[in-house]
C-alpha cells in the first residue's frame, strides 16, 4: 500500500496567488515525521518544511505552511504569494518510527507558477 | 555552516564497471542515508547509516553496498553497472531522533553507457 500519496501530477498558480500541494499518508506508527522538499530542475532536493507528529501547532516557514489533520492523515502545503521561481517539483515524505531517518516519499506534484 | 556535499555531481561510466560516490553530511550530523530517483520508480530508498552502522537498507541488489566513516562521511559502491542503474542518487543527513529535519545534497547524476 502506498504509505505517501499525492494525487496531483501537475499544478498551475498564478503569480502572488496561493497553492495548495495535497499530501496523505498512511501509518500505524504514532511517532513520525512529515516533510516537504522542493527540486527544481537542477536536481537539489531543497528542504522546505517539517511537521512532527507530536507537534500541535502547523509548522510555518515563510511563504510555506504545513496544514496538518492527523486525523484525516494529510498534510498539504500551503505556498502564499507564489513567485515564478517557485516552479519545480514538490514532494511529500515521511519518517516513519523514532529509530530511523529513513524517508518514504510521494510521486511529487509539478508546481507551474504563470506570471 | 555548510551543506551535505556530494561529489562527483556528474559520471558517466561503462556497463560492466563499478563507480563509488561520495557524500558529506552538514558538521555535527551522524545519520546518512542515500535514495535513487529515476522517471520510472521515483525516489527509493538505499540504504541509512549512523554512528558507521548501517541501520536500515532497502530493496535492492547487493551490488549495491555503503558504508560510513568515522567522520561520519559516507559513501556509496555500486559494482557491475547496468543500464538501469542510471540515476540521480541523493544523499541526506541528519542530526538523527525525534524532531529532526533531514537535508539533501545536490546528488550525484550517473549515466552507465
Known amino acids: 500500500a502506498q504509505k505517501i500519496t499525492q494525487t496531483q501530477p501537475g499544478m498551475f498558480v498564478q503569480e502572488k496567488e496561493a497553492v495548495t500541494l495535497d499530501c496523505t499518508y498512511d501509518?500505524?506508527?504514532?511517532?513520525?515525521?512529515l516533510f516537504w522538499y522542493k527540486q527544481p530542475s537542477s536536481g537539489e532536493m531543497i528542504f522546505l518544511i517539517y511537521?512532527?507528529?507530536?507537534?500541535?501547532q502547523n509548522a510555518t516557514e515563510g511563504r510555506y505552511s504545513l496544514n496538518f489533520q492527523k486525523a484525516r492523515k494529510s498534510a498539504n502545503l500551503v505556498i502564499s504569494a507564489s513567485q515564478l521561481g517557485d516552479s519545480a517539483m514538490y514532494f511529500c515524505?515521511?519518517?516513519?518510527?523514532?529509530?530511523?531517518?529513513?524517508?518514504?516519499f510521494g510521486t511529487g506534484t509539478r508546481l507551474q507558477v504563470f506570471p | 555552516k555548510a551543506g551535505v556535499t556530494q561529489t562527483p555531481r556528474y559520471l558517466i561510466k561503462t556497463r560492466g564497471q563499478q563507480v563509488t560516490l561520495s557524500c558529506s553530511p552538514i558538521?555535527?550530523?551522524?545519520?546518512v542515508s542515500w535514495y535513487q530517483q529515476t522517471p520510472g520508480q521515483g525516489l527509493q530508498f538505499l540504504f541509512e547509516?549512523?554512528?558507521?552502522?548501517?541501520?536500515n537498507k532497502g530493496n535492492f541488489p547487493g551490488r549495491f553496498s555503503g558504508r560510513q566513516f568515522s567522520n561520519s562521511r559516507s559513501e556509496m559502491n555500486v559494482s557491475t553497472l547496468e543500464l538501469g542503474d542510471s540515476a540521480l542518487y541523493l544523499c541526506?543527513?541528519?542530526?538523527?531522533?525525534?524532531?529532526?529535519?533531514?537535508?539533501f545534497g545536490q546528488g550525484t547524476r550517473l549515466t552507465v553507457v
Open positions: 541526506a543527513s541528519s542530526l538523527t531522533g525525534e524532531n529532526t529535519e533531514a537535508f
Open positions: 501509518t500505524s506508527d504514532p511517532s513520525y515525521g
Open positions: 511537521q512532527g507528529s507530536y507537534d500541535q
Open positions: 515524505a515521511m519518517r516513519e518510527g523514532r529509530f530511523t531517518d529513513k524517508l518514504i
Open positions: 558538521s555535527g550530523h551522524r545519520s
Open positions: 547509516y549512523f554512528s558507521e552502522t548501517q541501520r
